[in-house]
């Protein structure tokens, strides 16, 4: 066995005695290995984020901003023309990064919060408790939860808090499952035990000894729900319950757009356009699933490869 | 009884197994480590062969090694392993898999977690015979339970049927040996086979496989880190360390004249001693508690004195409601009926009830140190934590105390900022007892604190308790089934079967004869370090009879 060199005295510099790498160095070996499609995911996303965060700077026009000239050709002042109101299509798509990203992130933390606070009081508490918030869970599973979704947006009202708290809300339940799941195997570990006999509240309980022990399943799982909320909200914005015009999102902008479909044997340019922002989500979604795929095979433990 | 299958094995003597130099690496921080260094073993048919050594010797990989196997992780890298004239690093794997088996079985630590949960034990012994079309499934089964009947499982006739939930630890143990030995295989490695089992229900695994392959003419690797359990089972044996041989030797011969130090210090191990002391000062009283899990009744009538500054240790085998009376004890399991009174005042029966003070009092420490600890936490985690909980320390005066506390055990500062997977087992359970030292109690509760871990490792926790309980006067409670550690470091015993207190009084009385029977079985099933002794026990019990509750 190795010891460490130790030249600190017992009182001071303490901290520094570290025989573990630095979280910097695990992620540099980390992303050393990381297989291809894992670092073209992660490039696409950065991307994304890049262009999201800025994009009043990187959109070439205003995003409601209306032109003359509706359905306008490729090419000239517009890199893909114009759509039915003549607003400028690239210049939606930068925004519409923005407007549908950003809510399906925000959506997305907050099923977590709900499902993964409720799924974590659940797995503790095993009692009555349990029971009410289980079977409440499969009650809200067993309706179809985009035609949920549909109902209560209608009654409630389409409006951007609206929509995030009603998908949060029906894909907490899925969270809630997974971090139930995952953390009734912690549970019974001697250490909860140890925290409970110290006399722990439900808190520290929590957030100090499972949370920490049951993160790896919970991102990954974070980045399928992403994908999940992030097609949700395209497809009731593609219906005209989600995002609401004139806030661009790329869900509506299909919608909108879908007629120009039928011009493709005249000009394909005009025929691609409804599908720019579709494909816009669907490399989204693709490249997460690369990068939670690479993330859930390194946490798995799996090392047959050596 | 079976006689056929004997002789099937070739001549008594002949070497069947061969390994030279055999070098493997283990992969470990991003880089190939040596973990067996270089070791020679020679097998000739009908021999049993001991392997024994510390935990990290490199015992299972030079056992699955035998196999021509390397688990995920490891990597044969050089050597010769030759197998009745089969090379086996040399022979490609679709060969290997052939041989396994059919002509070497291995016999696993954990019968609990090698059976498939969802098929029966017969079609899960007699799986390599199908597999590997040896015989017809119905001659299987019929011989399956011939095997059954002669692994002294209870009703052989039908207990193939039984799902591996439905079977006891010891038999499902039992059940593994008759699969490995289904396919008649000339070698069977046997990887801690008994570690995980009471001493009543080890007697009679260690017979019934001493018997089978006794009487198959089968040869064996024996892993285990029991010097006791080996000195029974082995003809020869083998002691590693740190990946290399130490000593080769004729079990009589290696038990009488012990040549290495290292293997002469292993045969010290059992020298604690400690006179028992009387006290009437009762710390804490276990006054006619009945417990229940639900409705099944696990503790009855159970009444138990706790003298202060003293150790008492509670003995039985698992089931017999040791665990279930420490969880009464802190609360987590709410008496039924009864009371306990700690320092004179009866303490709220549930957790709940209990004031932060009354907990920090009463301290527990666990069997299994990896599963005690959250991997996530360092250790200035883990042992600061009581210190800011019970006494309010924070930043510098708590990482203070934990250095001190370090120092108690034996470790230094440069340990503060590790995690638990980067200490050794003794080591963790070092932290976990500093852990308990930090609330500053009066009363620890050991729960098979010394059961997992090697006995060199053993007699330095156990030391390092009896130092501390010298120093700081705390009273233990040691839930232990090891009938040594209780002769090393107990005052008084409560000997518990069934739910109930068997016996009770001062080491010295409980130890002296006469028992009553169930006593008498507990301390006549501890294995002893003389290679006749189970032979000797059995003859004396009748051999005949299946002993013990292993039910």
């Given at each position: 066995?190795t010891?460490?060199?130790?030249?600190?005295?017992a009182?001071?510099?303490?901290?520094?005695?570290?025989?573990?790498?630095?979280f910097?160095?695990?992620?540099?070996?980390?992303?050393?290995?990381?297989?291809?499609?894992?670092?073209?995911?992660?490039?696409?996303?950065?991307?994304y984020?890049?262009?999201?965060?800025?994009?009043?700077?990187i959109?070439?026009y205003?995003?409601?901003?209306?032109?003359?000239?509706?359905?306008?050709p490729?090419?000239?002042?517009?890199?893909?023309?114009?759509?039915?109101?003549?607003?400028?299509?690239?210049?939606?798509?930068i925004?519409?990064?923005?407007?549908?990203?950003?809510?399906?992130?925000a959506?997305t933390?907050?099923?977590?919060?709900?499902?993964?606070?409720?799924?974590?009081?659940?797995?503790?508490?095993?009692?009555?408790?349990?029971?009410?918030?289980s079977?409440f869970?499969?009650?809200?599973?067993?309706i179809?939860?985009?035609?949920f979704?549909?109902?209560?947006?209608s009654i409630f009202?389409?409006?951007?808090?609206?929509?995030i708290?009603?998908i949060?809300?029906?894909?907490?339940?899925?969270?809630?499952?997974?971090?139930?799941?995952?953390?009734?195997n912690?549970?019974?570990?001697?250490?909860?035990?140890?925290?409970?006999?110290?006399?722990?509240?439900?808190?520290?309980?929590?957030?100090?000894?499972i949370?920490?022990?049951?993160?790896?399943?919970?991102?990954?799982?974070?980045?399928?729900?992403?994908?999940?909320?992030?097609?949700?909200?395209?497809?009731?914005?593609?219906?005209?319950?989600?995002?609401?015009?004139?806030?661009?999102?790329?869900?509506?902008?299909?919608?909108?757009?879908?007629?120009?479909?039928q011009f493709a044997?005249?000009?394909?340019?005009?025929?691609?356009?409804?599908?720019?922002?579709?494909?816009?989500?669907?490399?989204?979604?693709?490249?997460?699933?690369?990068?939670?795929?690479?993330?859930?095979?390194?946490?798995?433990?799996?090392?047959?490869?050596? | 009884?079976?006689t056929?299958?004997?002789?099937?094995?070739g001549?008594?003597?002949?070497?069947l197994?061969?390994?030279?130099?055999?070098?493997?690496?283990?992969?470990?921080?991003?880089?190939?480590?040596?973990?067996?260094?270089?070791?020679?073993?020679?097998?000739?048919?009908?021999?049993?062969?001991?392997?024994?050594?510390?935990?990290?010797?490199?015992?299972?990989?030079?056992?699955?090694?035998?196999?021509?196997?390397?688990?995920p992780?490891?990597?044969?890298?050089s050597?010769?392993?030759?197998?009745?004239g089969?090379d086996?690093?040399?022979?490609?794997?679709?060969q290997k898999?052939?041989?396994?088996?059919?002509?070497?079985?291995?016999?696993?630590?954990?019968?609990?977690?090698?059976?498939?949960?969802?098929?029966?034990?017969?079609?899960?012994?007699?799986?390599?015979?199908i597999?590997?079309s040896?015989?017809?499934?119905?001659?299987?089964?019929?011989?399956?339970?011939t095997?059954?009947?002669?692994?002294q499982?209870?009703?052989?006739?039908?207990?193939?049927d039984r799902?591996?939930h439905?079977?006891?630890?010891?038999?499902?143990?039992?059940?593994?040996?008759?699969?490995?030995?289904?396919?008649r295989?000339?070698?069977?490695?046997?990887?801690?086979p008994t570690t995980?089992l009471?001493?009543?229900?080890?007697?009679?695994?260690l017979?019934?496989?001493?018997?089978?392959?006794?009487?198959?003419?089968?040869a064996?690797?024996?892993?285990?880190?029991?010097?006791?359990?080996?000195?029974?089972m082995?003809?020869v044996?083998?002691?590693l360390?740190?990946g290399?041989?130490v000593?080769?030797?004729?079990?009589?011969?290696?038990?009488?004249?012990?040549?290495?130090?290292?293997?002469?210090s292993?045969?010290?191990?059992?020298?604690i001693?400690?006179?028992?002391?009387?006290?009437?000062?009762?710390i804490?009283?276990?006054?006619?508690?009945?417990?229940?899990?639900?409705?099944?009744?696990?503790?009855?009538?159970?009444?138990?004195a706790?003298?202060?500054?003293?150790?008492?240790?509670?003995?039985?085998?698992?089931?017999?409601?040791?665990?279930?009376?420490?969880?009464?004890?802190?609360?987590?399991?709410?008496?039924?009926?009864?009371?306990?009174?700690?320092?004179?005042?009866?303490?709220?029966?549930?957790?709940?009830g209990?004031?932060?003070?009354?907990?920090?009092?009463?301290?527990?420490?666990?069997q299994s140190?990896?599963?005690?600890?959250?991997?996530?936490?360092?250790?200035?985690?883990?042992?600061?934590?009581?210190l800011?909980?019970?006494?309010?320390?924070?930043?510098?005066?708590?990482?203070?105390?934990?250095?001190?506390?370090?120092?108690?055990?034996?470790?230094?500062?440069?340990f503060?900022?590790?995690?638990?997977g980067?200490?050794?087992?003794?080591?963790?359970q070092?932290?976990?007892?500093a852990?308990?030292?930090?609330?500053d109690?009066?009363l620890?509760?050991?729960?098979?604190?010394?059961?997992a871990?090697?006995?060199?490792?053993?007699?330095?926790?156990l030391?390092?308790?009896?130092r501390?309980?010298?120093?700081?006067?705390?009273?233990?409670?040691?839930?232990?089934?090891?009938?040594?550690?209780v002769?090393?470091?107990?005052?008084?015993i409560?000997?518990?079967?069934q739910?109930?207190?068997v016996?009770?009084?001062?080491?010295?009385?409980?130890?002296?004869?006469?028992h009553?029977?169930?006593?008498?079985?507990?301390?006549?099933?501890?294995?002893?370090?003389?290679?006749?002794?189970?032979?000797?026990?059995?003859?004396?019990?009748?051999?005949t009879?299946?002993?013990?509750?292993?039910?």
């Open positions: 066995m010891e460490i060199e130790n030249t600190y005295s009182s001071g510099e303490v901290a520094q005695v570290r025989a573990r790498r630095t910097a160095q695990r992620l540099w070996i980390g992303l050393r290995s990381a297989p291809l499609t894992a670092w073209f995911g992660m490039i696409v996303i950065a991307a984020l890049f262009v999201a965060l800025f994009a009043p700077w959109a070439p205003g995003e409601a901003q209306v032109f003359p000239q509706p359905f306008a490729w090419g000239g002042d517009f890199l893909f023309g114009t759509d039915q109101l003549g607003r400028d299509v690239l210049t939606r798509l925004y519409g990064a923005r407007n549908t990203v950003g809510i399906a992130v959506t933390f907050l099923s977590f919060l709900i499902g993964g606070g409720l799924g974590l009081i659940a797995a503790i508490n095993r009692t009555w408790l349990d029971q009410v918030l079977r869970v499969d009650v809200l599973m067993a179809p939860s985009l035609i979704a549909l109902m209560l947006l009202g389409s409006t951007v808090t609206n929509l708290i009603i949060a809300v029906l894909d907490a339940t899925r969270v809630f499952r997974l971090t139930r799941a995952v953390a009734m912690v549970v019974v570990m001697d250490y909860v035990e140890a925290a409970r006999l110290r006399g722990e509240g439900l808190g520290w309980v929590m957030r100090r000894e949370l920490p022990n049951i993160l790896p399943p919970l991102v990954a799982e974070f980045g399928l729900r992403f994908c999940f909320v992030f097609l949700t909200i395209a497809a009731l914005s593609f219906l005209g319950v989600g995002i609401q015009p004139p806030t661009a999102d790329w869900g509506s902008m299909v919608r909108e757009n879908a007629s120009l479909i044997p005249y000009d394909l340019k005009a025929g691609l356009t409804p599908l720019l922002p579709a494909a816009a989500i669907a490399l989204l979604t693709v490249a997460v699933n690369f990068v939670v795929d690479w993330f859930l095979h390194k946490t798995s433990g799996l090392r047959d490869e050596h | 009884m079976n056929d299958g004997s002789g099937t094995n001549t008594r003597g002949e070497v197994l061969e390994m030279r130099d055999v070098r493997i690496d283990g992969y470990s921080d991003e880089r190939w480590h040596e973990i067996v260094k270089g070791v020679d073993l020679v097998l000739r048919r009908g021999e049993v062969m001991g392997l024994i050594g510390e935990s990290g010797a490199g015992k299972s990989t030079l056992g699955l090694a035998a196999m021509g196997f390397a688990r992780g490891c990597r044969l890298t050597g010769t392993i030759v197998f009745d089969i086996l690093m040399a022979a490609p794997e679709s898999r052939r041989l396994r088996g059919t002509r070497i079985a291995y016999v696993a630590q954990s019968a609990a977690a090698s059976f498939n949960p969802a098929h029966k034990l017969i079609d899960q012994t007699i799986e390599s015979s597999r590997n040896l015989r017809p499934a119905e001659e299987a089964r019929s011989d399956a339970r095997l059954y009947r002669d692994m499982l209870p009703d052989p006739d039908h207990i193939g799902y591996p439905q079977v006891s630890g010891g038999q499902l143990q039992r059940a593994m040996t008759a699969m490995a030995m289904t396919s295989p000339d070698l069977i490695i046997f990887d801690e995980a009471d001493v009543t229900t080890q007697v009679n695994v017979a019934a496989i001493r018997d089978v392959v006794d009487r198959f003419n089968t064996a690797i024996y892993i285990t880190h029991d010097l006791a359990v080996v000195a029974q082995a003809d044996i083998k002691v360390r740190y290399e041989t000593e080769d030797a004729d079990t009589r011969e290696m038990l009488s004249a012990p040549k290495h130090p290292y293997t002469k292993l045969w010290a191990v059992r020298s001693e400690k006179p028992a002391a009387e006290s009437d000062d009762i804490l009283k276990i006054d006619h508690v009945d417990a229940a899990y639900g409705t099944i009744k696990v503790l009855d009538d159970v009444s138990i706790v003298p202060r500054g003293k150790t008492v240790a509670v003995v039985g085998e698992s089931g017999s409601g040791k665990s279930t009376t420490a969880r009464v004890i802190t609360g987590l399991l709410p008496a039924v009926s009864g009371q306990v009174l700690f320092n004179g005042e009866a303490l709220p029966k549930a957790l709940k209990r004031s932060t003070d009354q907990l920090r009092r009463i301290q527990m420490i666990y140190a990896d599963t005690a600890m959250n991997p996530r936490h360092t250790v200035r985690d883990i042992i600061g934590r009581p800011e909980y019970y006494l309010g320390l924070r930043g510098r005066a708590c990482d203070d105390r934990v250095v001190e506390l370090l120092k108690m055990i034996e470790l230094d500062e440069s503060i900022d590790r995690l638990p980067e200490l050794s087992g003794g080591q963790k070092r932290i976990c007892i852990r308990a030292l930090a609330a109690p009066e620890i509760i050991c729960d098979e604190v010394t059961s871990l090697d006995q060199i490792v053993q007699e330095g926790i030391k390092l308790l009896l501390l309980q010298k120093e700081f006067d705390i009273t233990y409670i040691f839930i232990t089934h090891d009938i040594a550690t002769k090393a470091i107990s005052d008084e409560v000997v518990m079967h739910g109930r207190v016996e009770q009084g001062v080491k010295d009385d409980i130890l002296q004869p006469p009553p029977a169930y006593t008498e079985l507990l301390l006549s099933s501890v294995p002893e370090m003389d290679p006749d002794w189970l032979t000797n026990l059995l003859q004396s019990r009748g051999d009879s299946p002993v013990g509750g292993d039910q």
